[in-house]
């Protein structure tokens, strides 16, 4: 067999899993077996690099380690654009972000703007809280929880995660190339030894 990346399947043993299949009534208990393998195998992770990445959980196996996480940009629908921060985990392919509390409450400003009174800040205590289409039972909130980064510790609100379509559009918002004075563009080409040296 000939493979450019080794197959490794992710060692995580679910220690009791619960399954219901098609025709059975999910309100009664399902199948129950334990010490179950994963049926995930593990990929490159985007955070750190190593292969560790488990696809059945959609997370790498080390994102609880308190330094994996990195800032990236999100947006929903290609719509306005939100720093947060995240483990690389992701939900249905959607991203899980966390935000800051300036951008927390640009997200709520935004969805405000285009859906009015869909959700508040409350600033006694802290909650942000989402009320689509007035519709109580639908009714989110977060409260601000505390995420060890490398850049010390933040307080973050997990808004939609694992739960609205967030995308992470970090790569279709690369910074311009450096401009110098009079507007011509620099590139920034690879570091070319030959041309340092004339020849
Ligand atoms: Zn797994
Ligand atoms: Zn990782």
Aim: glycine share 6%; charged share 30%; net charge negative.
């Amino acid at each position: 067999m000939k493979t450019t990346t080794t197959r490794i399947p992710c060692p995580t043993i679910y220690p009791r899993r619960e399954r219901w299949t098609a025709g059975m009534d999910p309100d009664q208990p399902g199948i129950v077996t334990t010490d179950v393998p994963c049926e995930g195998r593990l990929v490159e992770c985007a955070i750190c690099g190593a292969q560790r990445r488990c696809t059945y959980e959609a997370r790498c196996l080390d994102a609880d380690a308190e330094t994996h996480v990195v800032q990236r940009l999100f947006s929903i629908n290609d719509g306005d654009v939100f720093q947060g921060w995240t483990r690389g985990e992701t939900w249905n392919g959607w991203a899980c972000p966390r935000f800051e509390r300036d951008a927390a409450l640009r997200i709520v400003a935004s969805m405000n703007d285009e859906l009015p009174d869909t959700m508040a800040y409350d600033d006694a205590t802290m909650v942000i809280t989402y009320i689509p289409d007035g519709d109580l039972d639908a009714k989110d909130e977060w409260l601000p929880e505390l995420l060890e980064t490398a850049e010390g510790p933040r307080f973050v609100y997990a808004i939609g995660a694992w739960a609205w379509v967030w995308d992470d559009v970090t790569d279709d918002h690369q910074p311009e190339p450096d401009k110098d004075m009079d507007g011509t563009f620099y590139h920034r080409p690879d570091f070319d030894t030959r041309d340092r040296e004339g020849r």
